[in-house]
């Protein structure tokens, strides 16, 4: 092989190369030293999704900080202490409610694919959409929620499906459930679990193409039916 014939890389893109791995070994080295205080200390840390660096195989998107805060406040006021509240898929809500609420955050449960977030100790769940009843926990957990949050990682029908398969098995007898995803599966959501297209609209907040949409089995003073 001639290594002559290998091209180099010029000085601007190598300059934003080095910028990317370097801003990538800060976060690294974040949720390294993030993993090391997951003790009793932890509890009372707060925690924020900068500290999870988005994996996009993964199809992660975090939300924007109002659109995870506007989910954690309605998850907040529609429950009562004590009342059990699942987050699905929904880690950046999670968060966010953990933040608003550190009182409740016993109360509160991520069920995640992404084992970074067993930080959270018996608060996570892990969570694979393709085993919808398969998850640690699941005769436990059937019937126990007051309120779940569903963000399904893929717009597609299986995994809308397989993930309210999910929620209705957890959900109480009077559970309000709330689903954010693409726009598209606005039919499937009503025809599986009766959630009606709301006002809200959510955000990411590296911005996405997809248009998103809110959808819900119940309406408050700030989230209504259109």
């Not at 934003?16 to 990538?24: N, P, R």
């Not at 205080?37 to 199809?59: G, H, P, V």
């Not at 694919?113 to 699941?138: A, E, I, T």
Request: hydrophobic fraction near 40%; glycine fraction near 4%.
């Amino acid at each position: 092989m001639d290594f002559d014939d290998i091209p180099e890389l010029s000085a601007d893109t190598l300059a934003l190369l080095q910028s990317f791995l370097g801003e990538k070994q800060e976060l690294d080295d974040r949720f390294t030293k993030l993993q090391g205080n997951a003790n009793a200390e932890f509890e009372t840390q707060k925690i924020t999704m900068d500290c999870f660096q988005e994996d996009w195989q993964l199809s992660q998107f975090w939300y924007s900080e109002a659109t995870s805060d506007f989910i954690a406040s309605r998850a907040l006021e529609n429950t009562q202490q004590g009342e059990k509240i699942a987050f699905i898929s929904s880690p950046s809500a999670y968060v966010a409610f953990r933040n608003m609420a550190p009182e409740r955050a016993i109360d509160a449960y991520v069920f995640e694919f992404d084992k970074r977030f067993d930080l959270f100790k018996q608060q996570f769940v892990f969570y694979d959409f393709n085993r919808p009843l398969g998850f640690s926990r699941v005769e436990e957990m059937k019937g126990m929620f007051k309120f779940i949050v569903a963000d399904p990682p893929f717009l597609n029908e299986d995994c809308l499906s397989q993930t309210m398969e999910t929620a209705q098995h957890i959900s109480a007898e009077d559970a309000l459930i709330m689903i954010d995803t693409g726009a598209v599966m606005e039919e499937l959501a009503n025809k599986l679990v009766g959630a009606k297209i709301t006002d809200f609209h959510p955000e990411h907040g590296g911005g996405l193409s997809n248009e998103f949409r809110c959808y819900t089995t119940f309406e408050d003073d700030k989230l209504k039916w259109i």
